[in-house]
């Protein structure tokens, strides 16, 4: 269920996003998560699903969405911005947080890559409910929260 790029900004900022970003030309797949921050609606946070070693031999690796950074926009300017968290146990070099701050930057800029797909995962950007009809999966949004987007 791939996104346009035209529509790929507009669904990873509607609120409960989540979403995978492969780069066809090396094969990278990485899934993000951006929540719009509850009390602030220009603040979200970013996660992307990471695996690691299980600790537990009984159990072998594990994936866990870790938080990565935020995505802030100017309440006069409406410009987005991602911002590397600190507090983030992955680097601000490793390839998922560079990977999000590049994909980002270039929709803004409208000229992301084509060895860049985004794909959904079928469920509504804003809510979070399975989305049914051809229009909702194609801009990943469910025609009630479409509605209240204002598309
Ligand atoms: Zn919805």
Same mark, same amino acid.
């Given at each position: 269920?791939?996104? *346009? %790029?035209?529509?790929?900004? @507009? !669904? =990873?900022?509607?609120? &409960? ?6 780069? $066809? ?49 100017? *309440? %006069?300017?409406?410009?987005? @911005? !991602? =911002?590397?968290?600190? &507090? ?6 490793? $390839? ?56």
């Amino acid at each position: 269920m791939e996104l *346009t %790029n035209e529509n790929a900004l @507009q !669904f =990873i900022l509607a609120g &409960k996003a989540q979403f995978t970003v492969t780069n $066809i030309s090396t094969q990278n797949r990485y899934t993000y998560k951006v929540n719009r921050c509850d009390t602030n609606n220009n603040l979200y946070f970013v996660s992307v699903l990471y695996n690691y070693k299980s600790t537990n031999k009984e159990y072998s690796d594990e994936q866990q969405f870790k938080y990565i950074g935020t995505i802030r926009k100017d *309440t %006069n300017t409406e410009q987005i @911005q !991602f =911002i590397y968290g600190n &507090k983030s146990i992955l680097k601000q070099d490793s $390839i998922q947080v560079k990977g999000f701050t590049y994909i980002i930057k270039h929709l803004i800029t409208k000229d992301l890559p084509d060895v860049y797909f985004i794909t959904h995962t079928g469920k509504c950007g804003r809510c979070g409910r399975r989305l049914t009809d051809e229009k909702s999966i194609l801009t990943g949004l469910g025609s009630e929260c479409r509605k209240i987007i204002g598309l």
